[in-house]
């Protein structure tokens, strides 16, 4: 295992490999499975590449509503 980090259903992660491949994808399009299950794989590695990292991106606030609210 490389993290593990809680995550909203609106925030994204980011898998990154020791040979520089970069994986982004939305928590909302990774599927949930019921608790007897063995997980879902959300990235294969190439032989001889490791995960080194994975960590959660949030959710990117609207400019135009973060301005509004300045107001």
Aim: hydrophobic content about 35%.
């Amino acid at each position: 295992m490389v993290s593990a980090v809680a995550v909203d259903e609106n925030d994204g992660i980011m898998l990154i490999s020791d040979k520089g491949t970069l994986i982004r994808t939305a928590v909302s399009q990774i599927p949930t499975l019921g608790r007897n299950t063995q997980g879902v794989k959300v990235i294969t590695p190439k032989d001889g590449e490791k995960l080194i990292e994975g960590v959660r991106i949030p959710p990117e606030e609207d400019d135009e509503e973060t301005a509004d609210a300045e107001e």
